[in-house]
T-cell receptor, first 117, second 115 residues
Framework: DTGVSQNPRHKITKRGQNVTFRCDPI?????LYWYRQTLGQGPEFLTY????????KSRLLSDRFSAERPKGSFSTLEIQRTEQGDSAMYLC???????????????FGPGTRLTVL | GDSVTQMEGPVTLSEEAFLTINCTYT??????LFWYVQYPGEGLQLLLK?????DKGSNKGFEATYRKETTSFHLEKGSVQVSDSAVYFC??????????????FGKGITLSVRP
């Protein structure tokens, strides 16, 4: 399977704990995005990388959230001191952007469902 | 800022019925427009897209036309099947060249097709 993969698929944690999610994009895709989706809503943008550089972060991404993409391959999203409001599906997407005018298509992974008790 | 508004759901149709799901947007300039679909237990998949005014995106019998004058991108299918039961999301990507290509999504609408 050469699609976007995410691990774990489900995570249950207690309030105050730290959690880390991993995303493996489609090979050779240079852009990687993180979104968050809550029940009954569409995905909301959190942050994105072009290669290893994190180019934008949403206001939704509080100081407790950090994302990395070392070497421009896989990415991790860490949430520190989790709160119940962090419970959501965390989606990763990747795309190949070849030029500034390119309408790159984003391919989504299956998501990681986080439940904070 | 950019926003996408989808009609309220859920929608329940009988097989072979005609489907229209409304989507309107607010954005600067000429954004690219997308429909994504999420089948039960699966991730988001791109269904179709249109990148400029009057373009028509089509796939799997679904169509949507980019209407700049009405800022709309309504999804249509002439004859739905049970296998089309899913959640459908309308989305846009901002128009600014070189800008972040993040997607802005609508809330999604659940379609159920009964045999």
């Amino acid at each position: 399977d050469t699609g976007v993969s995410q691990n774990p698929r489900h995570k249950i944690t207690k309030r105050g704990q730290n959690v880390t999610f991993r995303c493996d994009p489609i090979s050779e895709h240079n852009r990687l995005y993180w979104y968050r989706q809550t029940l009954g809503q569409g995905p909301e943008f959190l942050t994105y990388f072009q290669n290893e550089a994190q180019l934008e972060k949403s206001r939704l991404l509080s100081d407790r959230f950090s994302a990395e993409r070392p070497k421009g391959s896989f990415s991790t999203l860490e949430i520190q001191r989790t709160e119940q409001g962090d419970s959501a599906m965390y989606l990763c997407a990747s795309s190949l952007r070849e030029s500034a005018r390119d309408t790159d298509t984003q391919y989504f992974g299956p998501g990681t469902r986080l439940t904070v008790l | 800022g950019d926003s996408v508004t989808q009609m309220e759901g859920p929608v329940t149709l009988s097989e072979e019925a005609f489907l229209t799901i409304n989507c309107t947007y607010t954005a600067t300039g000429y954004p690219s427009l997308f429909w994504y679909v999420q089948y039960p237990g699966e991730g988001l998949q791109l269904l179709l897209k249109a990148t400029k005014a009057d373009d028509k995106g089509s796939n799997k019998g679904f169509e949507a036309t980019y209407r700049k004058e009405t800022t709309s991108f309504h999804l249509e299918k002439g004859s739905v099947q049970v296998s089309d039961s899913a959640v459908y999301f309308c989305a846009l990507r901002g128009a600014l060249t070189g800008a972040n290509s993040k997607l802005t999504f609508g809330k999604g609408i659940t379609l159920s097709v009964r045999p």
